[in-house]
C-alpha cells in the first residue's frame, strides 16, 4: 500500500507504526509527532517530498517505510525508515518493504537508499536495525552520538557555566527570523551544514537562501512547531558570528530537541558555543509547564560540541548510524 497522508485514518495507522517503534526501541523517544509529519508528507515543499509503503494483511498493519524525497541536493538519493510490528518481526516484513522501496527508487531514477538507525547502542552503534541493514548490502558510514539532559535546569546550573564573551552582543528571535540578520543567518546555515561532519556519506551540503529560510519557518508553524533561536553578534563587525536553535511542539511538550548550534570558523575559541545555547535554554524553560526531555545529536569527532554539552549535563543515551546501498 502507498501511503501519501491525504487520507487521514489510513495516515494515522501508518504513523502508529512509526511511532510505537520508536517508543519500544528508545530509554528517551525521538521523532516526528502525528502533526509534523503530516505537514511534511502533506504539503508541498521545495526542498523534499516524503510519502510511504506499508505492508498490510487485512486490518493488521504489520510494518512500513517512510521515504523523503530529495528535490535540491542529493536528488539521486532517496531516504528510507523502516518500521516493524514486534509482533511480526523475523518473518520477512521489513525484506519485502524494502524490495518494494528499491523497485520505486530505480522506477524514479534514483541511485542510492539511505538510512538511519536511531536507536543503536551508544558506545557499540549495534542494534536489530543496524544488523538488519549490513546482511542487506547497507554500509555504515556515519555515526552521531545521542545525549539528553532533563529540564528544568537551575539558574545555579545555568550560571555555573556562564561566562561572558566581550565582543559580541546577544541576539533572540521566535519564530521568524528578523529581516535584518534573514542573510547572514542563511549563510550560517549553510556554513553549518557543509561543516558538520558527515563521516563517509555521500551528501551535498544545502546551500540555503533567504527564501529558503522562510520555507522552512513557515513548515515548522503549520506543523506546530516552536522555536527559540539565539545568536551572537560581533560587535566590532555587526556580523552573526554563531547561533543556535532549539524547540519542540504543545503536541509533544515533554519532547525537546536541539536543531542546530554552529560558530563561524573566525570567531571559534572564544565560548560562543555555550554563550548562545545558555540564554536559549533559559527562554526554551520559560513555557515549560512540566518536565522535559531536551534531545542533541554529535558526531563523535566533534569534541568541542560534546564538550559544552558535557558541561551543561548532557549525557549519552544512544547512537544513531548513517547508511547507504548504492542500487
Given amino acids: 500500500m502507498t501511503v501519501d497522508g491525504r487520507d487521514p485514518d489510513i ?86 518493504l524494502l524490495e518494494a522501496v528499491i523497485e520505486r527508487a530505480r522506477a524514479e531514477g534514483r541511485r542510492m537508499l539511505t538510512g ?105 508553524v503549520a506543523q506546530g512547531r516552536f522555536t527559540y533561536t539565539t545568536a551572537a553578534v560581533h560587535t566590532d563587525s555587526g556580523a552573526l558570528a554563531a547561533y543556535t536553535q532549539m524547540g519542540g511542539t504543545p503536541e509533544r511538550p515533554e519532547r525537546l530537541n536541539q536543531y542546530d548550534t554552529y560558530v563561524h570558523p573566525p570567531h571559534r575559541g572564544r565560548r560562543l558555543g555555550i554563550a548562545v545555547k545558555l540564554p536559549n535554554l533559559r527562554s526554551l524553560q520559560s513555557r515549560l509547564t512540566q518536565s522535559a526531555v531536551l534531545h542533541t545529536w554529535n558526531a563523535p569527532e566533534n569534541t568541542p560540541m560534546i564538550a559544552v554539552n558535557e558541561k551543561l549535563g548532557f549525557r549519552p543515551t544512544a547512537q544513531r548510524t548513517a547508511w547507504e546501498r548504492r542500487l
Avoid: C
Wanted: proline share 5%.
Fill in 116 to 220: 538511519i538507525n536511531v536507536a543503536g547502542d551508544p558506545v557499540t552503534g549495534e542494534s536489530s536495525g543496524t544488523a538488519f541493514a549490513s546482511a542487506r548490502g547497507f554500509v555504515r558510514k556515519h555515526a552521531e552520538l545521542h545525549q539528553v539532559i532533563e529540564l528544568p535546569l537551575s539558574e545555579e546550573q545555568l550560571a555555573a557555566v556562564e561566562r561572558p564573551v566581550p565582543g559580541y552582543e546577544i541576539v533572540q528571535w521566535g519564530e521568524h527570523t528578523p529581516d535584518e540578520w534573514i542573510d547572514q543567518f542563511a549563510e550560517l546555515i549553510t556554513g553549518m551544514y557543509a561543516d558538520v561532519p558527515h563521516g563517509d556519506r555521500t551528501v551535498e551540503a544545502t546551500q540555503w537562501t533567504p527564501e529558503l529560510v522562510r520555507e522552512a519557518e513557515a513548515r515548522r
Fill in 11 to 96: 495516515f494515522k495507522q501508518f504513523f502508529a507504526v512509526k511511532d510505537a517503534v520508536r517508543r519500544e526501541e528508545l530509554e528517551f523517544p525521538v521523532g516526528l509527532g502525528l502533526e509534523e509529519a503530516r505537514v511534511l508528507m502533506t504539503g508541498d515543499h521545495s526542498d523534499l517530498r516524503a510519502d510511504g509503503l506499508a505492508l498490510v494483511d487485512r486490518d493488521t498493519w504489520l510494518g512500513i517505510a517512510w521515504l523523503d524525497w530529495w528535490l535540491l541536493d542529493n536528488t539521486d538519493t532517496v531516504d528510507v525508515e523502516f518500521a516493524v510490528d514486534p509482533a511480526y518481526r523475523r518473518r520477512g516484513v521489513a525484506s519485502r
